[in-house]
């Protein structure tokens, strides 16, 4: 006579690692104070801190997460840092002279 099969559990599904949320502002530098809200409905991310009081918003699509609404934030302080503006490629440049 045979055993009986007893039934193997099935492994455990790793959860990959949670994206943050609140993360260190670039203006007073504050740890973890900025907190990032995304309205999937306006398609608007919000970055505040709750240090500071600075704020803010950016448009969002339904791919977006916190980390890409805080990094749009970092690259706008980089550009007006740099003095560039958000205008596209062409608002450098004065009227064009054949």
């Not at 991310?45 to 448009?59: I, P």
Request: proline residues 4%; aromatic residues 6%.
């Amino acid at each position: 006579m045979g055993r009986k099969k007893s039934k193997r559990k099935a492994p455990a599904k790793k959860q990959g690692a949670k994206l943050a949320k609140s993360f260190d502002c670039p203006i007073c530098n504050h740890e973890s104070s900025c907190e990032v809200t995304i309205k999937q409905d306006k398609n608007v991310g919000v970055v505040k801190c709750n240090v500071c009081d600075e704020k803010f918003e950016t448009t969002t699509n339904y791919l977006s997460n916190e980390i890409d609404v805080f990094t749009d934030w970092i690259d706008a302080l980089e550009a007006a840092n740099n003095g560039d503006s958000d205008e596209g490629p062409a608002a450098d440049h004065g009227p064009l002279d054949d």
